[in-house]
């Protein structure tokens, strides 16, 4: 930029010097000029001489000058003489995993410290002092040092996990913003039990940023995640998942579960693998509340105990309409009309107007079609997974021609147009060539099975089931009922402590001062050399334009 | 526009009493000559100024004026003024076209036109009309070209800046006014010339002097110099009176160049009334600081514009 405003310069220089500035002198001889030759020369001419050295253009030249300076000193700063007080905002983490006995007290230990070492230096000084989790929410501001630790010794822990991106944008919030209250915020200090993340150690910026991590690691047993399994396309049995972690120590604890009156229904033992996890399966009776537990209890509690919620029924109703009914038979399918999860129709029949997805089966996979070969499919269709298209471009499959589609697109189409797999969104639909092949191919056994049950899992997948259970949130932080505090990360009591920074490192002496640009400076110089060369030229009279 | 002359009674008395004191000689042409008639006719008292001679000075009507201690103090004399003296009819035309009107100075506090040729034009008629007058000659002032407005006599000196305001008009043309004239050039008038020579109808102005008897005096307002500092060198537009814009390289070869084209002109106009008297005051190269100053310097060295009031050999 710099080199681009050189050179418009150097190129209003030469303008300057190329094109004669003709300069209007009246006088009373004027008509003695008629025969002197005009001024029409196309030779250019660099001479000095034609440069009106004018007042105003030596003016304007020192205002270009000063834009050009501008631009050079624009990444420029000056270290100013900032001020010797000490601003402080202190980040206390107030999160699920400081329930743990000792890191509270730990916090306050450190806080008081921190004062400690601030009344020490004898500076005047101003301290924020916030409490973060998910978010980050100041407690008091601009506050003096006696009513910190009151401050800090009143925080509880909250059922919330730690999201530590509140941090940097912390930083980046104080580092950008204009001054307004006296408390000028150069020192940052995070009070937490998380270990500092690796952007700490390459953080440089203003205000300088001190992570404590504090508080003692202690072994601990905690639920981490609770989830549906098995079912799927064939309905969800009542199968739930329960997965533990044990931070340093073995998660091999009885798992208990209890029905909503709180009767014990059933207990698994965890069995734990290399890597301190994990997994009990329990079989729900059927839909209501049921509460988790372990049989051990810790320092960290939020993770020993939580309730689940299921609706009933379990089993998959489906409006089966074709008239082979092996297959729902065979997967003992509840035949419901009324109000299925699932309708399967021929091809030749109309689909229902219920906002309820639906399966429409071809005619099987007719032997008195010629085969054709695939000439376009979406391959990232998963009801293309794990398909043999060598098979199905022998198995002279019966599809449906394009104008027979509908609102159904094309997934899978051969050479004479013809569709043999289709889906639609909304309400969701997929059209199969056939039900699952019976016949002795067992190549078309396979791939017709498999193609089936894709299309089948992917209608299937997009029932929205109730979750069994919600986290807390900022704006509902308490555990209750289904609302539980299973933030990810939150139960590791165990994790290594990691601080950088020193509380000694608060020091007005070698506080980094505050840097200012200094590229306005030149700008403003620019601006009040334009104004006084346009009044000059306006009002300064012929001198200010001639030589 | 235009400033009227400073006061200067005593520079202009002086002027005249010099003037005065000289003989003029080597006269070409016809022209008035002042004599002192052998009858004298006592016309009126004035006051007595140093130079003046000392054997008309009335002393029986200086000591019954102010008393014998008068005889010491000569500003109290009283000199006998009388009337056989032949008049002088002075007939001053000035050249007011716009190319007269220049240089211009704009300087804020000082009047538009203070540094141009018409105001030491102006100055010039009002100085000569000054002196004329104390003598008891007839001054005429006319407008040499432009507006058809007759001469207008000059009957006080209060009357000069009326009537040179009278004369100047917003008219461009170049035309030689002849409006009543000749009822106000008798042979024995005196006709003098204020021009910058700058005109181009020159043929009617020219023939007029040659056919005059009168003792023609031009006087030449010549601001060439001045204006030729302006220009300097360089690239300039060039615009003035009577003429278009013109871009014009300044060199010094094309200004010697316009140099001689206002000589030839001043050159031809002179050639052509070989009997007339000529002078020419010169603008100096920097403009016009004390237009005052070059008005009284100019004045006071013209030779030529003394015979006027010279005494006849």
């Known amino acids: ?547 | 526009m235009f400033m009227p002359l400073p006061p200067m009674d005593d520079f202009l008395h002086q002027y005249r009493i010099q003037a005065r004191r000289q003989i003029r000689r080597n006269l070409v042409g016809g022209h008035v000559t002042r004599r002192i008639g052998q009858s004298l006719e006592f016309r009126d008292y004035a006051p007595y100024y140093p130079g003046e001679d000392i054997r008309h000075v009335d002393w029986r009507a200086t000591f019954r004026t102010h008393g014998g201690h008068a005889v010491h103090q000569s500003e109290k004399w009283l000199l006998r003024r009388y009337q056989s003296e032949e008049r002088l009819q002075l007939l001053i035309s000035l050249d007011l076209r716009e190319t007269m009107h220049y240089p211009k100075q704009e300087r804020r506090a000082d009047p538009a036109l203070l540094h141009s040729k018409a105001q030491i034009a102006r100055w010039l008629s009002a100085a000569l009309s000054s002196i004329a007058m104390e003598e008891g000659d007839m001054v005429v002032l006319h407008r040499l070209f432009g507006a058809e407005l007759p001469p207008a006599e000059i009957r006080s000196r209060d009357q000069i800046d009326t009537v040179l305001d009278h004369l100047h008009s917003d008219e461009l043309s170049e035309h030689f006014n002849q409006t009543q004239l000749e009822s106000f050039l008798p042979p024995t008038a005196a006709w003098l010339i204020v021009t910058d020579f700058y005109f181009t109808e020159a043929a009617a102005l020219i023939e007029r002097v040659q056919s005059a008897p009168n003792w023609v005096i031009f006087v030449e307002l010549d601001s060439w110099q001045a204006e030729r500092a302006m220009l300097q060198t360089g690239a300039r537009l060039v615009e003035g009176p009577f003429s278009a814009q013109k871009r014009v390289n300044v060199t010094d070869e094309r200004m010697a160049e316009v140099e001689a084209r206002i000589a030839e002109r001043r050159r031809m106009v002179l050639e052509s009334c070989p009997r007339a008297d000529y002078t020419r005051w010169i603008w100096p190269t920097e403009l016009l600081d004390d237009p005052i100053r070059f008005f009284r310097t100019q004045f006071a060295e013209d030779t030529v514009l003394q015979r006027l009031f010279m005494k006849d050999a």
């Not at chain 1, 697109?409 to 043999?420: A, N, Q």
Request: with cysteine; proline share 6%.
């Open chain 1, 1 to 547: 930029m710099s080199a681009l405003l050189l050179v418009l310069i150097a190129g209003l220089v030469a303008l300057y010097l190329t094109c004669p500035h003709f300069r209007q002198v009246k006088i009373s001889s004027a008509r003695f000029f008629e025969e002197t030759p005009d001024a029409r020369d196309r030779t250019m001419r660099f001479r000095l001489s034609n440069l009106l050295l004018s007042r105003s253009f030596f003016l304007q030249l020192a205002v270009f000058l000063c834009l050009l300076l501008a631009l050079l000193l624009v990444d420029q700063e000056v270290a100013s003489d900032g001020q010797t007080s000490i601003g402080l905002w202190v980040a206390v983490d107030a999160s699920a995993s400081m329930s743990v006995p000792g890191q509270m007290n730990a916090i306050y230990d450190e806080t008081a410290a921190l004062l400690t070492h601030i009344s020490s230096l004898e500076a005047d000084s101003c301290l924020t002092i916030s409490r973060f989790h998910l978010d980050n929410s100041i407690l008091i501001a601009d506050a003096a040092p006696e009513a910190v630790l009151a401050q800090v010794q009143a925080i509880e822990p909250v059922a919330l996990g730690t999201d530590l991106s509140v941090i940097r944008a912390l930083l980046a919030r104080l580092s950008s913003q204009i001054e307004v209250t006296d408390c000028v915020i150069k020192h940052v200090v995070v009070l937490t039990d998380q270990p500092a993340p690796d952007w700490v150690d390459d953080y440089d910026g203003y205000p300088a940023l001190i992570w404590r991590s504090v508080g003692t690691p202690q072994p601990s047993i905690g639920i981490t995640g609770i989830r549906r399994v098995g079912g799927g396309a064939l309905g969800w049995s009542g199968e739930i998942a329960v997965d533990l972690a044990g931070y340093d120590r073995s998660p091999g604890v009885a798992v208990e579960l209890r029905d909503a009156s709180g009767a014990l229904m059933a207990s698994e033992r965890a069995v734990p693998d290399a890597d301190d996890r994990a997994r009990v399966l329990f079989q729900l009776p059927g839909g209501g509340n049921y509460t988790i537990t372990l049989s051990e209890t810790d320092v960290y509690g939020f993770d020993d105990r939580v309730m689940i919620a299921t609706d009933p029924p379990l089993q998959l109703r489906v409006d089966w309409q074709l008239p082979d009914r092996s297959l729902p038979d065979a997967l003992a399918w509840t035949q419901d009309s009324s109000a299925p999860d699932l309708v399967v129709i021929s091809a030749s029949s109309a689909v229902p107007e219920a906002d309820v997805p639906v399966l429409v089966v071809g005619d099987a996979y007719a032997s008195a079609v010629a085969s054709a070969e695939i000439a376009n499919f979406d391959e990232t269709s998963p009801l293309l997974d794990g398909l043999n298209f060598d098979v199905a471009e022998r198995a002279a499959i019966h599809g449906l021609t394009i104008s027979e589609l509908g609102n159904l697109r094309p997934v899978l189409v051969d050479t004479t147009d013809t569709v043999w797999l289709a889906i639609a969104d909304d309400p969701p639909k997929v059209y199969v060539p056939g039900l699952p092949y019976t016949g002795d191919d067992e190549n078309l056994q396979a791939f017709s099975t498999t193609l089936f049950f894709n299309a089948l899992r992917w209608l299937l997948d997009r029932r929205e089931l109730a979750p069994l259970y919600t986290l807390t949130t900022p704006t509902e932080p308490d555990v209750f009922g289904t609302r539980i505090a299973l933030h990810a990360g939150e139960g590791n009591t165990a994790q290594v402590r990691r601080s950088v920074g020193e509380i000694s490192q608060i020091d007005p002496a070698i506080q980094r001062s505050e840097s200012e640009p200094v590229w306005f400076l030149p700008v403003l110089l620019a601006a009040l050399l334009l104004v006084l060369d346009r009044y000059l030229s306006i009002f300064g009279g012929p001198r200010w334009r001639v030589r």
